[in-house]
């Protein structure tokens, strides 16, 4: 029922034509983001900072750098299969696009908080 809903309202609003690829473009972006700024807090900290238990082990397993690499090409080819071959479901896609970004816009601006608690830290301990 509440799918049916949602499809009636989204299926009658009339979405900008390059909005799936600029969504494309911002999880590329954001998983980016997320790679470094897990490399970075990996860098200052250790691999237990990472709360991903896939991207952990792949973090003990090859190290940041590989682990990153790996695992964000990874995402980037999921979300670039899904965003060609589900274009028939348009909404649904728009939809999952726009929750993905704000999940890892959620993850970026944790990530980039951790290292401000770290940098933080390590120089109120320096001053001691």
Known sequence: ???KIYKVVLGSIQLPKGLLFSLF???VLLNVLD???TWKVV???SNKNEKNPLARFLL???GPIPAM???KGIAII???YISINY???EPEVHTLMIILNAIYLYIVLHNYKVLRIMKSRRTFSQKI
């Open 43 to 45: 860098k200052r900290g």
């Open 60 to 62: 003990n397993l090859m």
């Open 35 to 37: 790679g470094i700024s």
């Open 87 to 89: 274009q028939d479901f």
């Open 78 to 80: 999921i979300i670039l």
């Open 25 to 27: 473009l911002l999880l």
């Open 69 to 71: 690499i790996i695992l």
């Open 1 to 3: 029922m509440l799918y």
